[in-house]
């Protein structure tokens, strides 16, 4: 402390005994503690009572820690009631994403949706995430839909008569019937070569047979007169993947004991490389069954189908038979929903089924 009451005519003794009982070299960092005790120090036992101090109470349902609810205080709340209000929000849960309003012409011009940056982690996450955003919006909005990897919005008519209507509804589900639609989607791709016991197994083994090929030839390009597949190996790879798509094709999905945690009905169609189709890696698989290269597979399971379970294993199941018990119909059946048929391409996987999220599996089966 620097400030002294003496006059400028003090005598040394004078000027000696105040320095001497100056205290506030002494209480000087104690008093600059104390001062930014509250907004900068804020010890753990602090922070309870400064959350309700600041009246930030209504986080604590949603945020893990006092410490990162007093993190949000002065920023959350300068610009709580916007999307960057929604924005800080969500990094404190872990998540981030865009808010999307629908046109202003529709009638529910206030609600929003998010497009997330990932799958929800845990269901607790969604209350979180609800919660934080709730809190973080105007009053006239309203959170209407969160959504990663599979967003399917209603068809809405064009500018006429039938503008006014929306066509079906936006995909996804509520938990316990109730909040906002989530809607996610999780893709699994995997190749396998089919070998001769497996085709031999379904009923449809062809042996190869040896025919000119293009790699044979041993005169100038301008003479030959066959194409670069002779029509034996085509025709052959013709025969065997009508065989498959005619076949019924369900998808395995099984525990780390090998029980079967379900089964779901399956598209299989006939492909060859395109630049459009199904999309499969970098690449396109486009349905053809006059020189397919293989067959593709595909499922995408229901919001809930097999909720509770963790897959470790995925199968395909060919040309099983449908138990009586079963509904006609069922796409998604339980483990006594099939009898019979021969079981390929058994692949290792981790999918945890949610309510909200469906898993979208490929198999591209080569001959």
Same mark, same amino acid.
């Given at each position: 402390m620097n400030e002294t009451l003496l006059p400028s005519n003090a005598t040394p003794i004078e000027v000696a005994l105040d320095l001497a009982g100056d205290q506030a070299p002494k209480i000087d960092p104690a008093l600059s503690y104390i001062s930014g005790w509250k907004h900068i120090v804020q010890p753990p036992d602090l922070r309870p009572y400064l959350v309700q101090e600041f009246g930030m109470g209504?986080?604590?349902?949603?945020?893990?820690?006092?410490?990162?609810?007093?993190?949000?205080?002065?920023p959350w709340c300068e610009v709580r009631g916007t999307h960057e209000a929604v924005n800080r929000g969500l990094a404190?849960?872990?998540? /981030?994403?865009?808010?999307?309003?629908?046109?202003?012409?529709? !009638?529910?011009? +206030? @609600?929003?949706?998010?497009?997330?940056?990932?799958?929800?982690?845990?269901?607790?996450?969604?209350?979180?995430?609800?919660?934080?955003?709730?809190?973080?919006?105007?009053?006239?909005?309203?959170?209407?839909?969160?959504?990663?990897?599979?967003?399917?919005?209603?068809?809405?008519?064009?500018?006429?008569?039938?503008?006014?209507?929306?066509?079906?509804?936006?995909?996804?589900?509520?938990?316990?019937?109730?909040?906002?639609?989530? /809607?996610?989607?999780?893709?699994?791709?995997?190749?396998?070569? !089919?070998?001769? +016991? @497996?085709?031999?197994?379904?009923g449809i083994w062809i042996p190869e047979i040896d025919g000119s090929r293009w790699a044979d030839m041993?005169?100038?390009?301008?003479?030959?007169?066959?194409?670069?597949?002779?029509?034996?190996?085509?025709?052959?790879?013709?025969?065997l993947a009508a065989s498959l798509e005619s076949l019924p094709c369900w998808f395995r999905f099984s525990d780390s004991l090998d029980q079967t945690i379900g089964y779901r009905k399956a598209v299989c169609r006939a492909v060859t490389q395109g630049l459009a189709g199904y999309a499969f890696g970098s690449d396109f698989l486009k349905p053809s069954l006059a020189n397919p290269i293989g067959v593709h597979a595909f499922v995408r399971t229901g919001f809930g189908d097999g909720f509770g379970s963790e897959a470790t294993s995925i199968s395909l199941i060919i040309d099983a038979d449908v138990t009586d018990q079963t509904k006609p119909g069922q796409l998604w059946l339980e483990p006594a929903g099939l009898t019979g048929g021969t079981e390929i391409a058994a692949q290792p996987v981790s999918i945890v089924f949610g309510e909200t999220v469906r898993e979208h599996v490929q198999f591209f089966l080569r001959f």
């Open positions: 209504v986080l604590q349902p949603f945020v893990e820690t006092y410490a990162a609810i007093l993190a949000l205080r002065r404190i849960v872990g998540y /981030s994403g865009t808010l999307k309003d629908p046109p202003a012409r529709r !009638l529910a011009w +206030a @609600e929003f949706q998010i497009d997330l940056n990932r799958v929800r982690d845990e269901r607790e996450d969604l209350f979180k995430i609800a919660g934080i955003v709730d809190l973080s919006i105007p009053v006239r909005s309203t959170f209407r839909r969160g959504v990663h990897g599979h967003d399917v919005p209603a068809s809405e008519g064009c500018r006429t008569r039938l503008s006014s209507s929306i066509l079906s509804n936006d995909s996804g589900a509520r938990i316990g019937g109730k909040g906002p639609k989530w /809607s996610f989607g999780r893709n699994y791709q995997f190749s396998h070569d !089919l070998t001769e +016991a @497996e085709l031999t197994a379904m041993h005169f100038p390009w301008v003479s030959a007169t066959f194409n670069w597949s002779s029509d034996v190996e085509q025709a052959r790879r013709v025969a």
